[in-house]
């Protein structure tokens, strides 16, 4: 029987394995899961700050999937057989597989992926002058991204279309972090400890 990760249903508990898995990755893995996961904080942090500025929007978000697939890959690896099913049974897991589909878009085409949603005025009360609400860029629709006659791939497509496709840019990532912190702590590993390093300066 596959191991379950047991998730609480609130952020209260905590994440765990049925069978009290951990990890035990030696000091210079856990350095790149950890770096890792700081790569994608900033860049998800980025693109929050910049949701003003269509193309820095739009593309510190795509460094952020990249950066999430690439700790999916690893902690993938370091899992063994448990972490794929674990992700699938999870709703912020399958987020993350939809990444993956949107982040081998960006890795065999230039494409922009994203768009802003509806620009309408809005009207004040009692009849006041119109005002602008900026509208919120958004993953497009997968039937909008051309995929150059890729092989299809049903499941990273459908967790395309149901977790990421037409939310706005940084949403799936907020998810994508959620599910690495919780696959980080249920391992036994605290995904915001600091690495101890001499020089800060030095890699």
């Known amino acids: ?29 856990l350095r790149g899961v950890l770096w890792c996961r700081h790569g994608l904080i900033e860049a998800h942090n980025r693109a929050v700050r910049a949701r003003s500025i269509a193309f820095d929007h739009w593309s510190a978000a795509v460094e952020a999937v990249w950066w999430a697939v690439a700790l999916d890959d690893v902690l ?4 063994d057989g448990r972490y794929s099913d674990a992700r699938a049974a999870h709703r912020d897991g399958e987020t993350v597989v939809g990444l993956r589909w949107l982040r081998h878009q960006h890795a065999h085409r230039i ?27 958004r993953w497009m629709e997968r039937a909008n991204i051309p995929s150059n006659g890729r092989r299809p791939d049903h499941v990273t497509e459908a967790a395309y279309d149901a977790r990421v496709a037409r939310h706005p840019l940084e949403s799936p990532i907020e998810e994508s972090i959620k599910w690495f912190d919780a696959i980080l702590t249920a391992a036994g ?14 890699l």
């Open 76 to 79: 993938h690896s370091l899992h």
């Open 1 to 29: 029987m596959t191991p379950q990760l047991l998730r609480p249903e609130t952020w209260d508990g905590r994440p765990s394995w049925d069978d009290g898995w951990q990890m035990d990755p030696d000091a210079e893995t």
């Open 189 to 202: 590993i605290d995904p915001i400890q600091e690495i101890a390093g001499d020089d800060p300066t030095v």
């Open 111 to 137: 494409v922009v992926t994203g768009h802003g949603g509806p620009k309408r005025d809005f009207f004040g009360p009692n009849g006041g002058p119109p005002f602008y609400i900026s509208p919120s860029n």
